[in-house]
């Protein structure tokens, strides 16, 4: 099970009450935030350990209901596109099936994914497709996971999780 942490803005958009989370495995807690670009709005969802980033862009007022599908759909398709291994895809997506919605709990994620968001505004990143948007983004160095792509960092995470898993 996914926890979504999302801003106030997005909990109020979504229309989802939000539940009492405090403590939940990192690597399955993510932190959400709905920003607008030219005039569309979008949701970009970070992962707590690793700032690996997923945005959702355009974003309809009837997708909102669908949000945990759509949000885990661009997941898989990223994670298929950047090499993952196929049993790690499936064994995270699956995780992922069912979500819990609560609010933000960490400053310093919040402060990565308002710097992400930033960097989103300024390169203007209205064309090409949402796959090649994503792995502009995951290619973005971060002070918080020691300088290292957000992409590198979460592969290695979930490799090491799941390896564990299985010994």
């Given at each position: 099970?996914?926890v979504?942490?999302?801003t106030q ?15 939940y ?6 932190h959400a ?7 569309r ?9 690793t ?10 007022k ?20 950047e090499g993952?291994d ?9 995780e ?5 919605a609560?609010t933000?709990?960490s ?9 992400l ?12 497709c ?9 290619r973005?160095?971060?002070k ?10 979460f592969?290695?995470a ?9 010994v």
């Amino acid at each position: 099970m996914f926890v979504i942490r999302g801003t106030q803005k997005l909990l109020k958009e979504w229309d989802t009450e939000p539940l009492h989370v405090d403590i939940y495995p990192p690597l399955n807690s993510w932190h959400a935030s709905l920003f607008l670009l030219n005039r569309r709005k979008n949701i970009v969802f970070m992962h707590d350990a690793t700032r690996l980033s997923i945005t959702l862009f355009g974003i309809k007022k009837s997708q909102y209901k669908n949000l945990p599908t759509l949000f885990i759909q661009a997941l898989k398709e990223f994670m298929i596109s950047e090499g993952f291994d196929e049993q790690i895809v499936e064994a995270y997506i699956q995780e992922g099936e069912h979500m819990l919605a609560t609010t933000t709990n960490s400053h310093s994620v919040m402060r990565t994914l308002e710097e992400l968001i930033f960097v989103m505004k300024e390169l203007d990143m209205e064309h090409g497709c949402e796959l090649e948007k994503n792995q502009c983004n995951n290619r973005i160095v971060f002070k918080t996971v020691q300088y290292q792509y957000p992409v590198d960092t979460f592969k290695e995470a979930l490799e090491k999780h799941y390896n564990l898993e299985r010994v």
